[in-house]
Antibody
Framework: QLLLQESGPGLVKPSETLSLTCTVS??????????WGWIRQPPGKGLEWIGN???????YYNPSLKSRVTISVDTSKNQFSLKLSSVTAADTSVYYC?????????????????WGQGTLVTVSS | QSVLTQPPSASGTPGQRVTISCSGS????????VNWYQQLPGTAPKLLIY???QRPSGVPDRFSGSKSGTSASLAISGLQSEDEANYYC???????????FGGGTKLTVL
């Protein structure tokens, strides 16, 4: 059974950089046909895609966050990470990592499964 | 940025059939598949329907999905109290070059 677990500070000061890591267990992060993604959810609100990474390091970011986001992968540790710079209170959210299943039918036929349990990151001084 | 539009709330009584709609555009639902996620209170989202109408292993056949043009629907038959949750539709958006989520629908079982 594949499990994903987010880890990182729960409190970040405004203007600083948010850093989270997702540890994958029960499977290899280098498996073909899978990307690895980050999604966030502000308290009481909906889901927002942040970005995806392939084990080779190829990345795709949400244009609205692209200037502040870096996603990286460490295949030796079976982990991938998120960095979000210059955070403000608007970045306060539960951050989820998830596996993006990619089919041979093209980018329009993919889905997130499974998801990590999520971690709340609060931006406050 | 494109959006997928869902009703903010829906409700039904045990045993009823309810449907939740998801409206998009030609750059997302009109071209790409739709997935549905269920988020029980205080938990992470869970894949409920993928590729418009496919159920992952373990998801009861009470849940079904459909797509027509630029809209999609999730139907839940034989409503149960444990179905009370938030439901999100999602579709790849060609303009975003990434997945786009709907605003979510809170389902209440009366």
């Amino acid at each position: 059974q594949l499990l994903l677990q987010e880890s990182g500070p729960g409190l970040v000061k405004p203007s600083e950089t948010l850093s989270l890591t997702c540890t994958v267990s029960g499977g290899s992060i280098t498996s073909n046909n899978y990307y690895w993604g980050w999604i966030r959810q502000p308290p009481g609100k909906g889901l927002e895609w942040i970005g995806n990474i392939y084990y080779t390091g190829s990345t795709y970011y949400n244009p609205s966050l692209k200037s502040r986001v870096t996603i990286s992968v460490d295949t030796s540790k079976n982990q991938f990470s998120l960095k979000l710079s210059s955070v403000t209170a608007a970045d306060t959210s539960v951050y989820y990592c998830a596996r993006l299943v990619v089919t041979g039918k093209g980018p329009g036929f993919n889905w997130f499964d499974p998801w990590g349990q999520g971690t709340l990151v609060t931006v406050s001084s | 940025q494109s959006v997928l539009t869902q009703p903010p709330s829906a409700s039904g009584t045990p045993g009823q059939r309810v449907t939740i709609s998801c409206s998009g555009s030609s750059s997302n639902i009109g071209t790409n598949a739709v997935n549905w996620y269920q988020q029980l209170p205080g938990t992470a989202p869970k894949l409920l329907i993928y590729s418009n109408n496919q159920r992952p292993s373990g998801v009861p056949d009470r849940f079904s999905g459909s797509k027509s043009g630029t809209s999609a629907s999730l139907a839940i038959s034989g409503l149960q109290s444990e179905d009370e949750a938030n439901y999100y539709c999602a579709s790849w958006d060609d303009s975003l070059n990434g997945p786009l989520f709907g605003g979510g629908t809170k389902l209440t079982v009366l």
